[in-house]
């Protein structure tokens, strides 16, 4: 428990070695932070090309500490082009020979593009993308899953100027039609299937069913692996688009700095998915300057983040943060597990992996498949690792150093949010010393603090919520335009801007921040986001079922993630039988996708409620997980806690 006496804490000092190479040292640190907010963040954009340089680092109310709520706006009336700055800008340099993507298939082939061969497949798609009818402005909707050409076609639609929105390709063709409708998107870029053949139709079965059920149409849809090479029904096949664009050139849209880059949609705390919309200019400079100091990321690394590129982890930091500064970054389709529990090792050792990136919740699976699969494997390449996603405990961090990092990688906590678009509390590895269990303090350039709900702010060792007190420029559009608490979490206090992160932290006697998990109905499962709200809203459909809470238990060792658990009550003349379990699961597939069907469903009678009728959600996530209740004679009904945990046998 953090209590504030900093004594009892453990302190892990960066490798000599590591520091002697870094990006950014201590002394690079505090010449950023010596620059001052927000000029700070020019030296960050320096990362960039800019084909207009910006009339100022920052404009808006916020800038001057003001109460004016105006719209914040990073790097006014700069222009730049994302896929100039991640591809062709490497080309020129001469580097069009090196590795860009090197791709690791579920079947266990693989696929390299140099940054040349990137540039020519994204011009190609460029040229026919605009073909097809795609202007400036307009939503391209990507819906694939872990292939080159996710990114050669996001960064096609960056080089047009048309915002992409990727999907998760575990999405359900109810959750795509929602995306795609929400975006007003009428271009869908997919695939056959995850397989080249078997039953490889699903995701473009999943696409066709989202294409009928939205009310605007879908104009144009273009399918990758086509086994034939030719669309069935209205489409285009992608390898033909390409092979006809074959040496298109596409100039570049030089974008207005906060022109959108991309929208992405993440689970609120509402049952509706919340749509968050990232700009050009401020959330690149964000993600080339998190990659550079906190990734240590340059030209002659090669970066693993194992996240899906359907999540923002994905688009920051294994697409744009590292292609921004012409690394190396590897892509793959498959499991940690499949063939072998060695896989993930065995792909660093042959790519050479200088930089690793993944979440608590794979860390954890390793440990339980044992030391000896790393241990096989020589990963003596690897420089540093990062974790993401969740908070990382002292146990994992350091089976992490010790077992994948050989003891002298620097382990870096990153902590940040779909709407933060990249990094904004982490160590810097080549500058600041590592505390295992806490993420460290706010980046330089940005600032945050611990509140309690009137956002006074918490003294060290008392908890409360993270808020962030000063725009930083990876901020996703909507926190820029929106003021007032609430739905749209950022408000004044006391002249103070504050943007609620959703998360508890608290604040160790150094300053170093441990994060508590979320103030909010959002979860972590395994590293992905989801609403509580959102299941629950998928549950409560089903006919029969009167009420329902969703909370997240323990890890389940089997699945690698955490379970799942939803707590339903029938109406009143319905069994809470096998059939009615069925059904659950099956609407929540339906309306989400499989990652989000419960592990565990348990009928109840009733659900533990306040007396103003509050579904008390932390009882049932204590009764989930078998632990101690506490009192419960706030409860309206607390009879039903016993009888919920005599039904679960705790
Ligand atoms: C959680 C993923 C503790 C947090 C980048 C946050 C973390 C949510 C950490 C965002 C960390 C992310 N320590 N918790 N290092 N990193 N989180 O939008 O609850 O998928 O609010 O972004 O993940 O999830 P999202």
Known sequence: MVDGTPDEREWVDPPESFVAQANVTAADRDAFRAAGWPECWRRAADLLEWDRGFDAVLDGGASAGTDDEGSIRWFPGGRLNAAHNCVDRHVEAGRGDETAVA???????????TYRELHDEVNAFAAALRELGVGEGD????????????PVAMLACARIGAPHSVVFAGFSADALATRLSGAESEFLVTCDGYYRRGAALDLKRR??????????????????????????????????????????????????????????????????????????????????????????????????????????????????????????????????????????????????????????TSI????????????????SSLRLLGSVGEPIDETAWHWYRDHVGDGDCPVVDTWWQTETGGIVLSTLPGADRMRPGAVGKSLPGVETAVVDETGRHADDGEAGQLVVTRPWPGMARSLCEESGWGARRTRRVDGEWQYATGDNAVRDA???????????????????RLSTAEIESAIVGVEGVAEAAVVVGADDEAAHRSEIHAFVSPESNVAGDDALRERVGRAVEEAIGSIAVPDVVTFAPSLPKTRSGKVVRRYLAAIANGEEL???????????VGELESLLDR
């Open 207 to 360: 696409a066709d069913n989202a294409c009928v059920s939205v009310s605007h149409s879908v104009e144009q849809v273009v399918v990758n692996r086509l086994d034939d090479g030719r669309p069935a029904g209205d489409c285009h096949a992608y390898a033909d688009l390409v092979d006809d664009h074959a040496g298109a050139t596409v100039e570049p849209v030089a974008r207005e700095s906060d022109d959108l880059l991309f929208l992405i949609y993440t689970s609120g705390t509402t049952g509706e998915p919340t749509l968050v919309r990232h700009t050009t200019g401020g959330y690149l400079t964000h993600v080339a300057w998190t990659s550079h100091a906190v990734l240590d990321l340059g030209p002659d690394d090669t970066h693993w983040c194992s996240a899906d590129v359907g999540w923002i982890t994905g688009h920051s930091y294994a697409v744009y943060g590292p292609l921004a500064l012409g690394a190396t970054t590897v892509l793959y389709e498959g499991t940690p597990d499949h063939p072998e529990t060695d896989r993930l090792w065995e792909i660093i050792e042959r790519n050479d992996v200088d930089v690793f990136y993944t979440a608590p």
């Open 139 to 150: 939503v391209v909707t990507l819906y694939l899953p872990m292939i080159p050409e996710l």
């Open 364 to 379: 954890r699976a390793f440990m339980k498949w044992g030391e000896e699969h790393p241990a096989r494997h020589d990963l």
């Open 510 to 528: 150094d300053g170093y921040l441990h994060l508590l998990g979320r103030a909010d109905d959002v979860v972590k499962v395994s590293d992905r």
């Open 103 to 113: 791709w690791e298939g579920k079947l266990g082939e693989t696929r390299t593009y």
């Open 630 to 640: 506490g009192d419960t004679s706030a409860l309206r009904n607390p009879e039903v």
